[in-house]
């Protein structure tokens, strides 16, 4: 009935997530292998009233499955990736080390999710950031056309793992108790601090993840010529990634048929009455995975311009749900 | 050889850095008075050497002076300050309530203190953020013209006061010690959060701080037709402003000319060499009451359109420096 399933990284904060995840949407799994670096080998993660033991990452030796969720580092999964792949295999990459390849889909399901038809193969799973961007750019675009995205995210620690989580409330705890202040895991210190600066930068003085914002939502939407000017900011929050968002639309538009539009998608939900403290929490997203949308608004100066603010869960949505939803739509598109 | 000056609303953020700044900047005065609420009364504050004691505000009492300096709030501004005001008077009000009349000059000295010759009466500080990015926008706009401008600012607690300030600080350390959030000052918690709304909203959806900025900025730089498209957002920091800004200049231009024209104003600090981890970080105002600018960069697609980051200390440049600074060209002004 059901199918052998692999996840590689299986102790980070995505690998985790997505074994959770596997058991809450009762993905039909027969066997589930876990794996990750040599450190981790023997931990034992929960999975449906069992207990896995998590093995050592060898390619050699790895499991025939017919699904690999690798939530590895990119610059392992370069390598180890095409190791893995055959013919009957679909190997679904969190990292960013294919998601450019011309030859791989990058996908978020509800919106390019028929590109998996017939697939094998890598399959890449975007940047946090980009995906939830998308999910609401995407039903805008359809409706309304879409000329230019201008967006400011802040984007939560987690979004750097495990190690990044605990600098955040360490630093924090060190700054209430004893006034002092140290950078733990970033260039600076991130507690009670804002950091313009995410992943390497390029030499056009963008960061690598406000490239990945424009190449990955080009390539998702299909739309080359889409222009994207991002800016990536690291606040100190623990989960979920805020985006303040301004879109030039196709033509002129009602507020109204804007909210009725991203109503009807399942994985938007429309909070958006901020005379009754009503709008996206970056909290929020801990309790609800779908992506929060709010402060809807027309430009004050330009008809087709629109504004929208948006919070969703990066580990979930950003990453291990959109992963695991792949996974989904590879079953499903399969079956056909 | 110096003048009489009150200080209203002493006892509060602004009011006390207003003190401090008096003093440290040598200001001339042969007596200050302090005035707060009757819940401050008999509070001493250190000035030069002395402590003065903060009287009750009672405007038929008060001493009289050739400026004074206001930090009440907006409410009580609106009531107090005309009655105040006399003709051989200055007031400098940092609240909201007369920013926008027509009467009254609206001020950042660097860009127009020229409109304070000859003048009596009251004289508005314009809002926090604001004045951090009109003091980037107006040499741009001198040097290169400036059509459009599209922002979202990250804005500290310390903004809306010292209660705020001790909420963030106490609903943090109640989150890593008990894992509970309470929101104790702002309709959410505020502590590891983000909230995309600052004051109270208008029927455009906008909140009164976006269109404070909107209404504030076009004043300052007699720009009545400039378009401003802002975004607000309360973040878990102590004291600093940050803003992330998109504008539309008037002609191509060169990033070097940008950096320039931007490195020859005295209250600007350049920091622009992400590469090497320097941009502006919102913790370093507490230490430079410049505005520090950076992450300059051309727009992926435009030819003119330039994006920067820019943070300020929003107690210091953002109210009680501008406004003493309002003092300095007062006196400046006359003596001509």
Redesign the interface.
């Known amino acids: 009935m059901g199918i052998n399933l692999a996840v590689l990284g299986a102790t980070g904060l995505v690998g985790r997530e997505i074994i959770k995840l596997l058991e809450e949407r009762n993905f039909p799994v027969d066997n589930l292998s876990a794996y990750a670096s040599a450190r981790s080998q023997g931990e034992r993660i929960a999975f449906k009233n069992k207990q896995i033991t998590v093995e050592e990452l060898d390619t050699k030796r790895i499991a025939d499955c017919e699904i690999y969720l690798s939530s590895l580092p990119g610059s392992v999964s370069k390598v180890i990736l095409p190791e893995i792949a055959r013919e009957d295999r679909v190997i679904i990459d969190n990292s960013s080390a294919f998601r450019m390849d011309e030859d791989v889909p990058l996908i978020v399901p509800e919106i390019n999710g028929d590109l998996l038809e017939d697939y094998r193969g890598i399959v890449a799973n975007p940047n946090c950031s980009t995906i939830q961007m998308v999910v609401v750019l995407h039903p805008l675009s359809e409706k309304f056309g879409l000329k230019?995205v201008?967006v400011?995210t802040?984007q939560s620690v987690s979004g750097s793992g495990q190690r990044a989580l605990e600098a955040?409330?360490k630093e924090?705890?060190e700054f209430?108790d004893e006034g002092r202040?140290s950078a733990r895991h970033y260039?600076?210190?991130i507690a009670?601090?804002?950091?313009?600066?995410i992943d390497?930068?390029h030499d056009?003085?963008?960061?690598n993840e406000e490239m990945k914002m424009?190449r990955e939502t080009r390539k998702i939407l299909s739309r080359p010529d889409l222009?994207?000017?991002p800016?990536c900011?690291r606040?100190?929050?623990?989960f979920?990634h805020?985006e303040?968002c301004?879109v030039e639309l196709g033509r002129e538009f009602k507020?109204q048929a804007v909210r009725e539009t991203l109503e009807d998608i399942p994985g938007i939900a429309v909070l958006d009455d901020?005379?009754k403290?009503v709008?996206?929490?970056?909290?929020e997203t801990e309790k609800d995975e779908r992506t929060l949308v709010?402060?809807?608004?027309?430009?004050?100066?330009?008809s087709r311009?629109l504004?929208f603010?948006c919070?969703a869960n990066n580990i979930r949505k950003g990453a291990a749900l959109n992963a695991v939803q792949i996974a989904e739509k590879c079953l499903q598109v399969r079956k056909k």
């Open positions: 230019r201008t400011t802040m955040l409330l924090s705890r209430l202040r260039a600076h210190p009670f601090n804002l950091l313009p600066a390497y930068f056009n003085n963008y960061s424009v222009e994207i000017n800016t900011v606040v100190p929050v623990k979920g805020a303040s301004q507020l901020p005379h403290d709008y996206p929490l970056a909290i709010g402060r809807l608004r027309k430009d004050l100066d330009r311009v504004n603010y919070a």
